[in-house]
Structures are given as C-alpha cells and as structure tokens.
C-alpha cells in the first residue's frame, strides 16, 4: 500500500519525539524506539491495522532482506560488532587486558592523563566513527577503570573524538561522504575555482562546533570540569563503582571469564594494531577495486569514498579473531576456554545490536515519513543573510537529532543552505554549509537513537541513556557557544571573529564550570 507523506506537516515530529522522550524518562531504550516505530507506522499507513501489520514485518525482514539482496551493510556492521566483542573476551581471557593495565601503571600516572591517552587514540584513529568507537573504547577501558574514571567519562572522551573528528578530517570515510555532496553543489551553482577537496578545507575553520566541542573536552579532562550528571558519575567511580549496577552489566562488558596464566602486553596491542592494519588496508583495496572498475585514476580520496567500509571492517575483526584465537591454542590455552570466550563476547554485544536494528528501523520510518524534510523547510521564510549560517546550524541540529543521522541530514541540508547563502549572499556558502555539518554532529552528538552514540555507549561499556544524560550537558554548552559565533559571522561575515567569539565563550564556560566544580569540591569535602 501508499504510505502517507507527512513532508509538510508537523506531526512528522512526532515519531522520534515520542521515541526520545520515552527514552529519557523511562530509561528503557528499546521500549521507547518500539513505541516510536509503531506510531511512525501507523501514521504511514493511515492506522490501518493490517497496513501496520505488514509494513511491521516488511520492516523487520527488511533489516536482513531488502526484497533483492541480503543488506550487506548492516548484516556486517552487527558481524563486526560480535567479533569486537569475542576479541575483547579472547584478549581477556590471554591474560593481554591485565598486562595492558600492568603495562600502563608504570607510565599512565593519573586519571587525567588516561582520559588523555584515550582523546590522542581517538585523534589516531580517525579513518570512521564506528570503528573509532569500539576500538578506542575497549582499548582504553582498562586503563581508565585502573583509575577509576566513570564509563560516562570515557564514552564522553570516545564520542567527542570520533564524529567531531571525523567531520573535520578529509581522510576519512566522513569527508569522503561529504565531499561527493559538495561535488554536486558546487557543479550545481556553478561555483568555480574551487575543487570539493580545496572547499572541504576552507570549511573546516567555520565548523565551531567541532572545534568547541573537541576543546571543551580537553579543558574538562585536564581540568576535571565535572556538573550535572557526570559530576555524580565521577563520584560514584571514585567510590569504585565505574557504572550504575542498579541498571545491571551494560552492553560491552565481559565479566566471569578466568584468565589464562603468564599474558603479556603483545596479547592485546597485537590483535589491535593487526586489526588497524587490516581495517586501513582493506578499506582502501575495496576503494581502489571500485576505481579501477569504474575506469577511474586512483586517488586516496577517491578511494575512500568507494571503500566499502562495513566489508573491511567485518572482514578484519573475523580475521583478527581466528588468528588470535589460534595463537592463543598455540600458547595452551584450552579449547573450552576459547569456546566460552566466544560465547561470552557474543553475548555482551547482543544488546547493542539489538538497541541498533531498533534504532536503523526507526531511521527508516522517520525518513519515510520525511521529518528531515520538514525540518528543513523551515528554513524558506529566513531572509537575511547574517542569521543564516545559525539558523542552518539549529535546523540541522533538530534533524540530526530528530533522525539520529549525520549522513541524511547532510544530504538534505546542504543543498539547502547552499541554495539559500547563493540566493542571498555567495560569500556566506561556505560558512553556511560548514554550519549544516557542525549542527548535524551537534543533534547526532546527543541524540538517543543515535547509531555513532550507541557504539560510543557500547564500547565503553557504559549504559547508553546515561552516557546519553551524562555527555548532553557539554554538547548543549558547546552548541550554545557555536551558536553565538554563528550570530558573529553572519552578522561580520568575519571568520576570525567568529573564532574570537567561539574561543572567548569557551574560555568564560572554562571559568564557570572550574568554580562550580571547586564550589562543588569543597561541599564534598565538608560532608566527609
């Protein structure tokens, strides 16, 4: 059957507001995007019941099953995620997490420098934003649990060196995407003397959020600028306790695996570093594989855009995961041993990948029922030029926020605000589509059913609605800055004082949040 276009109306809202909502007040993940896929059904189909039904289970098969094909992307995203789970349990049980723990007491000092070490790794591996935030997490996590640093914490350092980072990194799978849409624009408009690549560069300055948000994490680490939710966190871990365990083992913890005796350091930063190795390596042979058939001259962004990265990644953890596994055999550790590990880390993944399928099919109703599109038409009634590039940044925010995707507000805002700073004032395109991009981090940054905030929560092993809660208050202070800075460069057309704007707030926040976090110090200290 048709299903209903709600593209011009505000109830197109509703579906992902009703899902966000839920989760925050209730805590239970899949039960609010449950609750948000029928209702976004529903209105799709008109309230049929049978309508409901069918759409229901075409949705689900859909996940597996695209009517043609198997869907190979998502199929190898959950497969990457087990093996990363059943990696994790094999290093474990090598004995190679507690060497990592020894290794690092003798040069990582203080909990201030193991969040450090965990923002360079995520500045070091910033090919995709899934694959940073598994990998830094779980490699970091015995090192900030040794210093009793809450899973909040480390979720929050993951999360704002991978998005962030990515959207600013034209060698990655991030700035591939964008560029083939800035490709098109500038064809589009007819914008000479400037390459995708060269305009991709002369953005990276006007994206504020990215740059505020990667700074405020830093002045928070080495400062220790905990409030609201994170200050309790960081309070409850300094008691030694890293996550609420009222709310059970969050997703990406493996515990009750026995160790083998005698592990070294090489038993976990091997497996990494050939995982990296294999991750990089075949992400660019499947770019270059499509270059070379499509006639096209190799490029390394070229061949990033192609690259198919959820192949690469599977591919990789499977690999990594039988070779450790044999190594492991050839070091005496017993099959049983192995299989429980197995059983183990499959286990510890389960519900992450079941808040993900939850949170892809939510994304596909929210598309259909084109709340992004919505979203952004309300951008047409804005005329003047100076308030363009904060208001693309907010409507871009909502979208993300609203769809739990960078990627589809990206392909829907920026042609946009293209459209709209060419119609109104060309010297504006750049900052403009510079703010689409630092919103839709900004709205994907905190959203719920968010899928880069869903493996930011999984691998650090943290429970996803309080990293959601926990992180949400630096986002909100760092768009709020953003914001202001967009309000200076529209009104100047001025980037240097859009960053002077951008790092004055930043420092007035710093300020603010040392005295709070002293005032709140000191009431600690009295009390005990």
């Given amino acids: 059957m048709a299903l209903i276009s709600y593209a011009d109306s505000a ?5 992902p507001l009703v899902a966000i909502s839920l989760a925050i007040v209730t805590r239970k993940v899949l039960l609010s995007l449950g609750v948000g896929i029928l209702i976004g059904i529903m ?9 409901t039904v069918s759409e ?12 043609e094909s198997l869907q190979s992307w998502n199929l190898n995203t959950i497969g990457f995620l087990l093996s990363m789970g059943i990696l994790m349990a094999l290093i474990s049980v090598s004995g190679g997490t507690r060497a990592l723990a020894q290794w690092a007491r003798g040069r990582i000092k203080s909990a201030r420098d ?16 899934y694959f940073n935030a598994l990998l830094v997490g779980n490699v970091s996590r015995p090192v900030t649990d040794h210093h009793r640093v809450s899973r909040e914490k480390l979720a929050y350092c993951i999360d704002t060196t991978s998005a962030p980072v990515c959207v600013v990194s034209p060698i990655s799978t991030w700035g ?12 589009t408009y007819e914008v000479t003397g400037e390459s995708a690549l060269s305009a991709f560069v002369t953005m990276i300055p006007f994206n504020y959020y990215a740059l505020v948000a990667f700074s405020l994490l830093i002045c928070v680490a080495v400062m220790r ?3 609201g939710p994170m200050a309790t966190a960081e309070e409850r871990a300094q008691r030694g306790d890293l996550w609420d365990a009222g709310k059970g083992v969050p997703p990406g913890e493996e515990v009750g695996l026995p160790e083998a005796k005698g592990g070294h350091f090489l038993n976990f930063a091997a497996p990494v570093v050939l995982l990296v190795l294999l991750v990089t390596s075949l992400m660019l042979y499947s770019g270059a594989a499509a270059l070379a058939e499509s006639g096209t001259a190799f490029t390394l962004i070229g061949a990033l855009e192609n690259a198919d990265g959820s192949w690469a990644m599977v591919t990789s953890g499977v690999i990594t995961t039988a070779l450790t596994a ?6 005496g550790v017993a099959p049983s041993l192995l299989g429980k590990a197995f059983i183990k880390g499959v286990q510890s993944m389960l519900p992450a990948v079941y808040i993900l399928l939850m949170a892809w099919t939510i994304a596909g109703v929210i598309s259909d029922i084109e709340t992004g599109k919505y979203l ?5 009634g804005v005329l003047s030029p100076a308030f363009v590039p904060v208001i693309v940044f907010l409507l871009a925010a909502a979208a993300a926020f609203s769809t739990g995707t960078s990627y589809g507000t990206f392909a829907i805002m920026l042609p946009i605000a293209a459209n709209m700073a060419i119609s109104l004032e060309p010297a504006i395109l750049m900052p403009s589509m510079a703010a689409v991009l630092a919103g839709g981090v900004f709205g994907d940054h905190c959203s719920p059913i968010s899928d880069t905030t869903i493996l930011s929560s999984t691998g650090s092993g943290c429970h996803h609605i309080d990293h959601v809660a926990t992180q949400l208050p630096y986002a909100l202070l760092a768009a709020l800055i953003s914001a202001c800075s967009y309000i200076m460069l529209g009104l100047t057309e001025s980037l240097w004082l859009g960053l002077a704007t951008a790092a004055l707030g930043l420092v007035i926040a710093v300020f603010v949040l040392r005295a709070v976090s002293r005032s709140a110090d000191q009431e600690s200290a009295a009390t005990s």
């Fill in 176 to 187: 591939a995407y964008i560029m083939s849409l800035l490709a098109g624009i500038l064809v």
């Fill in 11 to 15: 109830l197109s809202i509703l579906p």
């Fill in 225 to 227: 600028l905990d409030f």
């Fill in 114 to 129: 193991a969040k450090l070490m965990t923002i360079m790794l995520g500045l070091v591996i910033f090919i995709d934003d």
């Fill in 43 to 51: 209105m799709l189909t008109g309230f049929s019941l049978s309508g």
């Fill in 56 to 67: 229901v289970m075409t949705r689900v098969t859909g996940l597996v099953w695209d009517g």
């Fill in 376 to 380: 952004a038409g309300l951008a047409d």
């Fill in 326 to 331: 044999v190594v492991m055999l050839g070091q």
